[in-house]
């Protein structure tokens, strides 16, 4: 938590008004639902979903503001291996996440892409999305589902980030932009669950390259 005092220090020092609501207990889709719906009612101007176990750049809310775009993502890798920035094939009904190397290769040099969707675990929206977007935002009945290319193989799967935001591109027609930026990311590095696990480990993503990482997380994968 201390990267978020600080985020919020920083905001707040600069005369931005920053709120924090940390929700537990709450299916994930209806604590963002509750987020968007309190963004709306209180007037926010942008909404940042962050998971607990990332953990983005010092600063890095000043840095997505300057690109102005309706929702901004940032990279970190996911426990299926593969990092948070997908690519969408309508037709095939396919999602392609980012390639590890063109990540890897843009990292010094921040140029900003548009993408299909992205991993909510690190993503800045602006409010508008929300009011321009008919509620709920986030649940929905799972009728339609696509297909995730993995390190070794497709899953079958369909969540409430992708639904976000292929809706915002299909009823909105504008798209996330992939900032790339990389945060931090907690590994499991054994099987339990627990944050406050010492097993758990942090691995600094901007020191290292993104291919051994994304075979250590799938090695990890076939121990579990």
């Not at 537990?24 to 709306?40: F, Q, S």
Request: with cysteine.
């Amino acid at each position: 938590m201390n990267w978020l005092s600080n985020e919020v220090g920083l905001l707040r020092s600069s005369g931005v008004t920053a709120n924090v609501f940390l929700m537990r207990d709450v299916p994930l889709e209806r604590a963002r639902d509750i987020i968007a719906e309190t963004a709306i009612r209180d007037n926010w101007d942008y909404v940042f979903f962050i998971d607990s176990d990332v953990i983005p750049n010092p600063g890095i809310t000043y840095q997505l503001l300057m690109y102005r775009a309706p929702a901004m993502c940032i990279p970190y890798p996911l426990k299926i291996g593969v990092l948070s920035v997908y690519f969408f094939d309508e037709t095939t009904k396919m999602i392609t996440p980012l390639d590890p190397a063109m990540l890897k290769q843009n990292m010094y040099s921040p140029i900003p892409l548009p993408t299909d969707a992205c991993a909510l675990g690190a993503v800045l929206i602006d409010t508008y999305v929300f009011k321009r977007l008919k509620p709920p935002w986030f649940r929905f009945s799972g009728e339609e589902v696509v297909q995730i290319r993995t390190l070794d193989k497709v899953r079958v799967e369909y969540n409430e980030d992708v639904y976000f935001f292929l809706r915002m591109k299909r009823e909105l027609g504008v798209k996330p932009l992939y900032v790339p930026i990389p945060a931090l990311h907690e590994l499991i590095t054994g099987m339990s669950l627990d944050p406050y696990d010492p097993t758990r480990t942090i691995i600094p993503m901007e020191r290292m390259d993104f291919v051994p990482l994304l075979q250590q997380m799938k090695q990890q994968q076939q121990k579990e």
